[in-house]
T-cell receptor
Framework: SQQGEEDPQALSIQEGENATMNCSYK?????LQWYRQNSGRGLVHLIL?????REKHSGRLRVTLDTSKKSSSLLITASRAADTASYFC???????????FGKGTRLHILP | GAVVSQHPSRVICKSGTSVKIECRSL??????MFWYRQFPKKSLMLMAT?????????EQGVEKDKFLINHASLTLSTLTVTSAHPEDSSFYIC????????????FGPGTRLTVL
């Protein structure tokens, strides 16, 4: 079964703009991860945030986690055409547990 | 970084045949490997968790006799789709975790299965 729900399901923005994707989940978690997937390809791990963390940065990526609301957001700043992909959040209830994926957001960066 | 490979990357087979997909951790030993399937424009659905030397744990609704998983060594897990049918056509992705307690999984590039 799927744990996370991303919104929006699809997002189109102009190159250079910021893209924000949200993820909500249902149960308590140990960590939440964000992945990128280009069409028909494998997954690229972007960032992991633990339940005791509130915000993490990696390059143009910023992830926040609000455990009280059971939600996370992924912000991509200064978007580029190469950012066009599907983005998934995935949660693990325990540190070494299986991870369950959300439905994903399809991001399209317009030139 | 840790690398996971899958073989083959694409396979086309006739209905009724069995297909084996390999998942290998190339530069680390994987105590646990996971198998997912993904339909077009959909998310990844966890099928099963396999630990080296023991039987796989299947998610609810996944037929263990249909999807045979063997984790024979610390670097290799195989998924065999038995008596494949067109509805088994999908993108199959494996991931591997280095050791118990690790919270990072490394994903393979996926295998595109098409059953005619």
């Amino acid at each position: 079964s799927q744990q996370g729900e991303e919104d929006p399901q699809a997002l189109s923005i102009q190159e250079g703009e910021n893209a924000t994707m949200n993820c909500s989940y249902k149960t308590s978690i140990n960590n939440l991860q964000w992945y990128r997937q280009n069409s028909g390809r494998g997954l690229v791990h972007l960032i992991l945030i633990r339940s005791n963390e509130r915000e993490k940065h990696s390059g143009r990526l910023r992830v926040t986690l609000d455990t009280s609301k059971k939600s996370s957001s992924l912000l991509i700043t200064a978007s580029r055409a190469a950012d066009t992909a599907s983005y998934f959040c995935a949660t693990a209830q325990n540190r070494d547990d299986k991870i369950i994926f959300g439905k994903g957001t399809r991001l399209h960066i317009l030139p | 970084g840790a690398v996971v490979s899958q073989h083959p990357s694409r396979v086309i087979c006739k209905s009724g045949t069995s297909v084996k997909i390999e998942c290998r951790s190339l530069d680390f030993q994987a105590t646990t490997m996971f198998w997912y399937r993904q339909f077009p424009k959909k998310s990844l659905m966890l099928m099963a968790t396999s630990n080296e030397g023991s039987k796989a744990t299947y998610e609810q609704g996944v037929e263990k006799d249909k999807f045979l998983i063997n984790h024979a060594s610390l670097t290799l897990s195989t998924l065999t789709v038995t008596s494949a049918h067109p509805e088994d056509s999908s993108f199959y992705i494996c991931s591997a975790r280095e050791h118990t307690g690790a919270d990072t999984q490394y994903f393979g590039p996926g295998t595109r299965l098409t059953v005619l």
